[in-house]
């Protein structure tokens, strides 16, 4: 049974940083990429980050390039987000999602498995 399990989230002022963390398991985790997706509130969830099985490739949401960093410790199973230089509009809850296969995608409908997400709330 895979699971993914979200931490990290918190209530940050604007300009400030988080590390969020996903721990997988029940899965090959050195070949599933995996990404970040957010929703806030009344709206769409939307493609954040994601980075390939190996860790080489990544890819990131226009509106988060430069700020925030993905990256992966295979021999942990764990997956990170750094958020910086938070922002009102990125307070929303941040969910982490696995895929089959072991390159980084951006669709929702190709990842098979989410975490439960972890809130991020940005004051300004």
Known sequence: QVQLAESGGGLVQAGGSLRLSCLASGLTF????MGWFRQAPGKERKFVAAIGGSGNLVNYGDSVKGRFTISRDNANNTV????????????????????SGPLPR???????YWGQGTQVTVSS
């Open 30 to 33: 050195s070949s599933s990429a």
């Open 80 to 99: 990170y987000l750094q958020i910086n230089s938070l922002k009102p509009e990125d307070t929303a809850v941040y969910y982490c999602a696995a895929a």
């Open 106 to 112: 951006t669709p929702i409908s190709s990842y098979n």
